[in-house]
């Protein structure tokens, strides 16, 4: 078998190798190729070295090497794993800080931040579909690149690659979550939505329905810290979950508590500390533990990025695929009619039987109004995303800023839209004449980016 992993020289790797070599006994790894681009060369090194002590450490003799070169690298690859962040980590930090300027949401996945990660991101799958149709036809494509609903709806819907899967360690933290205060590890968990806006019910071993005791015990008492390390953790409304009778995604905390979250928002950026600003001084330490030869196992300081337990999702989907297991696991895929709520061609969040032929997403029971009027309108937004950044549509991206509930209506929703297209050239070439025709017009908006970005140092 041989991996590709594009985004090699991501601080996650070494939480994917830990999982690879956790199942070195049903994973007959010959090769793993770590792949990035020239900007993240030092740090694909530091993980190439790192990978290789890790290995040695475990007795394990896969052959391991580093490239920047993805074409080559993807020549008969089985899985192409991929983990990567189009403009680093400086590109996140606007993603937040421009929308936080207006009074919003600043957020990599969620709002107006969400919306440019993925017109970035989804460009440039267009090349690697391209290559990965020359290089490894058959191979499976395994997707956390975030926003990883959309990224993996791009590819399968519009891309035309079909053995794409996409992943969140989100769903595993509510399952460790469940058991910790239920005490027992023996649960069946239901998950349906999409990627960051899902919603779920627990099952014990028993056949009994324990959703209620969970939403008590996570936000009725609220006595530990159960979520995710890049959100606040802002309690939820508690009867009105119960009321649901379903358990959130911790992303719901956006949309559900807006306005104490967006003060925490900007209490941070008022001091210099948005959420981008302070992962890339945790990568930066990361990097210096990767570095150091005497380190070969993953740092207990990794789950510090939000990330953290993405390898257990995904080296048991490698395996579930490859070894045909029917395993339960919670991905990215094409819905084919199991949440009935959305359309059947669109790519959804939800519980799946793994099998060599892929995800088989199991049939959702339906759900209450309030959830399936706000699952839609995130669905349309995403659709309107995901063709705008195929086709580089400022029609279509405005009308996405328009439905997101996260981006006000009015003047300010136009302006907003083109400082981050402004923000971002670099990586839209889609847009690129509409970018031209902004600069032309509004060159008071080509300014305020400019001192921005001298302001927040990227």
């Known amino acids: 078998m041989k991996l590709v992993i594009i985004g090699g020289g991501s601080s996650y790797s070494p939480e994917l190798i830990s999982g690879l070599i956790a199942r070195k006994e049903t994973l007959a790894i010959d090769e793993i190729v770590l792949v990035d681009v020239p900007e993240g060369k030092a740090k694909l090194s530091i993980i190439e070295a790192f990978t290789k002590r890790m290995l040695k450490a475990a007795g394990i003799q896969w052959q391991v090497s580093a490239t920047l070169d993805r074409h080559a690298a993807l020549a008969g690859a089985n899985y192409v794993l991929t983990q990567f962040r189009v403009g680093q980590m400086d590109a996140r930090i ?51 690149t975030n926003p990883a609903g959309m990224v993996t709806e791009a590819v399968i819907k519009y891309l035309g690659w079909q053995r794409t899967v996409g992943l969140c360690n989100i769903p595993i933290g509510q399952e460790r979550a469940a058991s ?24 014990d071993e028993a056949g009994n329905e324990r959703t209620q005791e969970v939403i008590e015990a996570l936000y009725g008492t609220q006595t530990k810290d159960y979520t995710v390390k890049n959100i606040s953790n802002m309690n939820f409304n508690t009867p009105m979950l119960k009321a649901l ?29 948005i959420r981008a600003q302070q992962v890339k001084e945790v990568e930066q330490s990361l990097f ?10 993953k740092p207990k300081a990794l789950e510090e990025r939000g990330g953290a337990f993405y390898s257990e999702v995904a080296c048991e989907l490698v395996n579930a695929i490859e070894n045909n297991t029917h395993q339960l696991l919670v991905v990215s895929t094409l819905n084919n009619g199991a949440v009935k709520e959305l359309p059947a061609d669109v790519v959804v969040e939800t519980t799946c039987v793994i099998t060599a032929q892929g995800p088989i997403p199991l049939t959702s029971p339906d759900l209450p109004v309030f959830a ?18 195929i086709e580089g549509s400022y029609d279509l991206a405005y009308q996405a800023f328009l439905l997101n509930p996260l981006i006000e209506n009015g003047l300010i929703t136009e302006e907003l839209l083109q400082e981050m297209l402004l923000a971002h050239e670099v990586h839209l070439p889609q847009f690129e004449q509409v970018i031209q025709t902004i600069k032309a017009v509004k060159p008071q908006l080509v300014e305020k980016i400019k001192t921005l970005k001298e302001e927040l140092h990227v």
């Open 180 to 203: 910790e205060v239920l005490a027992t590890g023996h649960l069946t968990l239901r998950h349906q939505g999409i990627n960051h806006f899902h919603f779920h019910q627990v099952w």
């Open 245 to 273: 009778g379903l358990l959130p995604c911790d992303y719901h905390r956006y949309y559900f508590l807006e306005q104490e979250m967006l003060a925490d928002m900007l209490e941070q950026f008022e001091r210099g500390e």
């Open 288 to 297: 210096e533990v990767y570095a150091d030869e005497t380190q070969v196992t």
């Open 94 to 144: 606007l993603d937040e800080a421009i929308p936080l300027t207006h009074q919003m949401i600043g957020q990599e996945t969620n709002g107006a931040g969400g919306i440019l990660k993925a017109f970035r991101t989804i460009q440039v799958f267009k090349g690697i579909v391209a290559d990965m149709k020359e290089q490894c036809p058959d191979a499976w494509l395994i997707n956390f």
């Open 372 to 389: 399936r009027g706000y699952l839609q309108t995130i669905k349309a937004m995403e659709e309107l995303t995901i063709q705008a950044a």
